[in-house]
């Protein structure tokens, strides 16, 4: 018992001259000051106040590529907010249903075309949608009902100066 207490101790110690300062340094700043106050503004859950939650509900004219940008879409939303868990199973199904009975090559041309919305996709963009994800894809998801299991509208990183774009990933 006496070993374990030392040993309580000693991690404290350990994390409290070692561990805490490092993480203050990653860490510097607070969610609500990382973002210019015009940000916060728009960075909601309503596309009637968030210009690029609207912009990205509106829909595609072909049907395959609309689907294929929207499990795009899910993908990059599971990567780049905070705590978000994609059910796997409402994506397999729109899958099966509406991808799975086209050709490789329509395919291709619809994800190239998909992919076009994707481009100079920056993580203003991001951090906006990871504000909007629950309207997307909660349990009343515009996009996808129950498309996601678990959410944050917290971005998993702040804006980068330096390279604010993020990089197009295939489908």
Request: with cysteine; proline share 7%.
């Amino acid at each position: 018992m006496k070993i374990f207490k030392s040993l309580i101790i000693a991690v404290a110690i350990s994390f409290s001259f070692g561990a805490l300062p490092a993480f203050a340094k990653k860490f510097p700043l607070t969610w609500d000051k990382r973002f210019p106050p015009s940000w916060k503004k728009t960075m909601t859950n309503d596309p009637k106040t968030n210009p690029v939650l609207d912009s990205f509900l509106e829909k595609m004219t072909d049907p395959l590529a609309e689907n294929i940008r929207v499990l795009k879409l899910i993908k990059i939303m599971g990567r780049n907010c905070n705590a978000t868990t994609i059910n796997f199973i409402a994506l397999s199904n729109l899958e099966v249903k509406h991808i799975q009975n086209h050709s490789p090559d329509e395919i291709k041309d619809a994800e190239l075309l998909a992919g076009m919305k994707f481009n100079y996709m920056t993580y203003q963009t991001v951090i906006h949608l990871c504000a909007g994800i629950q309207y997307m894809f909660g349990p009343k998801g515009a996009l996808i009902k129950n498309g996601l299991l678990r959410a944050s509208p917290e971005a998993t990183r702040g804006p980068d100066d330096n390279n604010p774009y993020l990089a197009n990933q295939s489908f």
